[in-house]
């Protein structure tokens, strides 16, 4: 279906107006969230907002992988901090956030309980969409670079208006009391001082399926701005999808350090060295990427908001595992050495191309004296090279497996394949348990 009305699209779309493409992405994006998810039980974060959901948002619903129980706005609040708390999920770059940390969280705090699972998948797909362009066109028409929770609230309030029936003037006002709402929290405050607050995802969450339970119950809140006063960015509603335009995370850390990751993994696969070799890094980025600069975290949230520590990590492991950020990984010596030994400079190639593209360049001098000179790199698995069917579901299978099973993580993959043919509680139920 084609539009330039976000309330019509919102409410029409069906899973089968997707093409393709659009119908494995957004099975594909589902599934990787529900990872990232399963792996972040082992944040301080996740079991420190379950009881603060769970305490001061009671009510009778499960909450994502935990025995608690909280109301719907409590569920949609820990899931999306939940979620955030381990910095491995999909983004899309022309917002410089991510669409599905707030938008998942929403559809399981308020799907009814007969919810079909096509409709399900359609409400995600739809909330891709949506979420794109309204993250767009708020940081066209707004000075400041806000977090994913203050366009979030808006998708997230399109999902719940959708999922709860509202007719098209309580859905105005939805979305308009969760513009008005969201949390309109500074991104660079958190770039520049890390801490538990991260991209304000769980809040917008919140806010956005609170606002859509205030609409429903005649609370008004018309109009949002960035739906209604922004044309220009709803005219192809049906026509691109962006649900297929998204980037998926290789390593769990922010998408501005992955670039430089990259290429010392080139330099270092390239010329056979271990981190044993190596006296210092130089990388060359883009300026918000060069912010990232907690050289020595003491927290699993200053490591991953940092550039250096990351990079030394793949120095030191060949990889970044989820293990590796935990709050009681951070002393390893030599990993602390190499991120000590980083220098880090902003230049104009990467930042002209920002934020469409992330530019790297990354050089390694080696205790011999040699300099390793690599070229300018972009972090992998973006829309014009994305990862692979079987790339996505193997780190799938890496995140969730560990803490759920062979069991149970095989049967949510399985689950999720054939959703569009089956009642969403199928899935319902093996989520909204203890991990």
């Known amino acids: 279906m084609r539009t ?11 899973f089968a107006d997707l093409p393709a493409r659009a119908q494995l992405m957004t099975r594909l994006s589902l599934l990787d969230l529900i990872g990232v998810a399963a792996a972040a039980q082992t944040t301080r974060l996740t079991d420190l907002i379950a009881a603060h959901a769970s305490a001061q948002f009671a009510g009778p619903q499960p909450m994502l992988f935990d025995a608690r129980t909280a109301s719907a706005a409590g569920v949609a609040l820990a899931a999306g901090m939940r979620i955030d708390s381990l910095d491995g999920h999909d983004g899309f770059n022309p917002a410089k956030g991510h669409i599905g940390c707030p938008l ?12 079909a699972g096509a409709d399900f998948l359609a409400t995600l797909a739809m909330g891709y969409e949506f979420g794109a362009r309204a993250s767009v066109a708020q940081h066209a028409t707004t000075s400041d670079y806000h977090t994913s929770g203050s366009w979030g609230a808006v998708t997230a309030a399109a999902a719940g208006a959708r999922l709860l029936g509202l007719d098209a003037g309580q859905t105005r006002h939805a979305l308009g009391i969760a513009e008005y709402h969201g949390p309109r929290s500074q991104m ?24 859509a339970l205030l609409a429903q119950s005649g609370f008004t809140g018309a109009p949002s701005l960035i739906t209604e006063d922004a044309p220009d960015y709803w005219r192809d509603l049906g026509q691109t999808w962006h649900v297929a335009a998204q980037y998926y995370k290789p390593w769990p850390v922010c998408r501005w350090a ?16 271990t981190a044993a070799n190596v006296a210092g890094i130089e990388i060359e980025t883009f300026h918000e990427a060069v912010r990232l600069a907690t050289a020595t975290p003491q927290t699993t949230e200053q490591a991953q908001y940092s550039t250096s520590f990351p990079c030394a990590l793949a120095l030191v492991h060949g990889d970044i595992l989820p293990e590796h950020l935990a709050d009681d990984a951070l002393g390893d010596p030599e990993t602390l050495r190499l991120s000590q030994a980083t220098t880090m400079r902003e230049h104009d190639h990467a930042n002209r191309h920002f934020p469409t593209r992330r530019f790297a360049r990354t050089a390694l001098t080696l205790r011999d004296g040699t300099r390793l000179q690599g070229s300018w790199v972009e972090p992998r698995w973006g829309p ?3 990862p692979t069917e079987a790339a996505l579901r193997a780190k799938y299978r890496a ?24 009642p969403f509680d199928d899935l319902q139920t093996l989520l909204m348990a203890p991990a």
């Open 104 to 115: 998942l969280p929403a559809l399981l705090a308020l799907a009814p309980a007969d919810l």
């Open 4 to 14: 330039s009305d976000p309330i019509a699209f919102l409410h029409r779309l069906s």
């Open 399 to 422: 995140y969730a497996t560990p803490i759920l099973g062979p069991h149970r993580s095989a049967a949510i993959e399985q689950v999720i394949d054939t959703l569009d043919t089956r």
């Open 258 to 273: 992955q670039g430089p990751v990259e290429g010392l993994l080139a330099l270092r696969h390239e010329h056979a060295l």
């Open 188 to 211: 660079m405050r958190c770039i520049d001082h890390p801490t538990m607050l991260k991209d304000g995802s769980g809040w917008g969450a919140m806010a956005g399926v609170s606002a």
């Open 384 to 386: 014009t090279d994305p």
